[in-house]
Nanobody
């Protein structure tokens, strides 16, 4: 079981980008799926998480109003739509999934609780 991210790339400040996370070898049906990021020299932090079963979402304060997480159950894919990007959003973005025993808040604030991680996709925000 693993997840695969796609959609990263260089974007200018103020621009938008959509990341995709697809499951491989399992289905997301009863999982919480989250997006995490790690900037150079910083710890990995939770950006946004979604409970696939009930749609409950969590957003870090730093991205509220700018990022939107969504799920396409038929495609077994989770998206992160990022808008109004800032240089401070520059990081490697990772998708991760875990069986939904706890709240999205818990999984997003405790990255170590997530079991299946992708390889990451780089998002540099720069002019």
């Amino acid at each position: 079981e693993h997840v695969v991210e796609s959609g990263g790339g260089l974007v200018q400040p103020g621009g938008s980008l959509r990341l995709s996370c697809a499951a491989s070898g399992f289905t997301f049906d009863y999982y919480t799926v989250g997006w995490f990021r790690q900037a150079p020299g910083k710890e990995r932090e939770g950006v946004s998480c979604i409970d696939i079963s009930n749609g409950e979402t969590y957003y870090a304060d730093s991205v509220k109003g700018r990022f939107t997480i969504s799920r396409d159950i038929a495609k077994n894919t989770v998206y992160l739509q990022m808008s109004s990007l800032k240089p401070g959003d520059t990081a490697v973005y990772y998708c991760a999934a875990e069986w939904r025993d706890y709240s999205t808040y818990f999984y997003c604030t405790e990255p170590g609780s997530m079991g299946s991680w992708g390889q990451g996709t780089s998002v540099p925000v720069s002019s």
